[in-house]
């Protein structure tokens, strides 16, 4: 072949490829850009169908409300979260996009993994449960149980539950806030918990949070009309609405 053909050659190469009698049938390719397609890079990280994986760190996605994946997906675009790989995954996203991802995951639901065995004493484990149910009057520490729902499976449209996460992730998101390096729509509640609660309340709760099993019916609580704290995040952004 002469040069000058597979130079020729090369560049029609790509034109080929793309032509449909070249590439796969078309019932084994999804959509060109279907919310199918769309979601499959987040599965690496967070398991398939957005459940979390074996690795404790990565947050399950699946079944929390649509309006909390919003936000974060948001949070993650506008830096008031800082994971470098989530910010990559969607900082050249419009809104409506990352809305109708966010309502993909809150769509799947299944079971939940077995809760992680404890690993940390009574007296811990004991003081954890009371901060969570109960809160701490003299520390001003509203009980999470009134924001996050009796059951602790988070509320509508936009408060997360609290179950079914590790512990590891637990506590660094509750130190992100208390450093300043996790941030939520203002007035920002969860700062203000988590400068609340000393290092060891903030690791006893956690503690506690990671040993309790998810409820059968991990769906959300109806809305929460009084919080104990003015929460901009509770709700999503009228923004969202553009
Ligand atoms: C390279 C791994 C990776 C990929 C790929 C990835 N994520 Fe994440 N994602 C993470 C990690 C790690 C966190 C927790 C970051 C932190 O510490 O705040 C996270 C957090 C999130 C959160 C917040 C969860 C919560 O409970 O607050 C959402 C929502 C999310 N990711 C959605 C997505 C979506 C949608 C995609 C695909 C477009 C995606 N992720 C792709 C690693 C990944
Ligand atoms: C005044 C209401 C309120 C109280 C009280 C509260 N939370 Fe929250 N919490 C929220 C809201 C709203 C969000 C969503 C923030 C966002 O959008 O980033 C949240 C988010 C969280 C998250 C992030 C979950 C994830 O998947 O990344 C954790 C962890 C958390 N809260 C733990 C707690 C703990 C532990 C307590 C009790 C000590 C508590 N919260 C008390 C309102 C509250």
């Not at 279907?34 to 994986?53: L, N």
């Not at 404790?56 to 830096?79: S, T, V």
């Not at 639901?109 to 701490?136: C, F, I, K, S």
Request: aromatic share 8%; net charge neutral.
């Amino acid at each position: 072949m002469s040069v000058r053909a597979a130079v020729w050659l090369r560049g029609l190469l790509p034109l080929l490829l793309a032509w449909p009698a070249f590439a796969a049938p078309a019932a084994q390719t999804p959509p060109l850009d279907s919310i199918d397609q769309r979601v499959q890079p987040c599965m690496a990280c967070h398991g398939r169908e957005g459940r979390a994986t074996s690795d404790g760190y990565y947050p399950r996605i699946a079944g929390k409300p649509a309006g909390y994946l919003y936000n974060q997906l948001l949070n993650f675009r506008e830096a008031r979260r800082d994971y470098a790989m989530m910010t990559y995954m969607v900082e050249r996203q419009g809104d409506a996009y990352l809305a109708e991802m966010a309502q993909y995951f809150a769509d799947q639901h299944l079971p939940y993994p077995p809760p992680q065995a404890p690993a940390v004493g009574t007296a811990v484990l004991e003081r954890g449960r009371r901060l969570v149910n109960d809160g701490d009057a003299p520390q001003r520490i509203p009980a999470c149980v009134a924001c996050h729902g009796a059951r602790l499976t988070g509320a509508l449209p936009a408060t997360p539950g609290l179950l079914g996460l590790s512990h590891d992730y637990l506590m660094a998101q509750l130190g992100a806030w208390r450093e300043g390096n996790r941030r939520a729509h203002a007035p920002d509640c969860m700062a203000e918990v988590a400068r609340r609660l000393t290092p060891a309340d903030l690791y006893a709760a956690s503690a506690w949070l990671a040993t309790q099993p998810v409820p059968d019916d991990a769906s959300p609580a109806a809305p929460i009309a009084e919080l104990p704290l003015e929460c901009g995040s509770a709700m999503v952004p009228t923004e969202a609405k553009r």
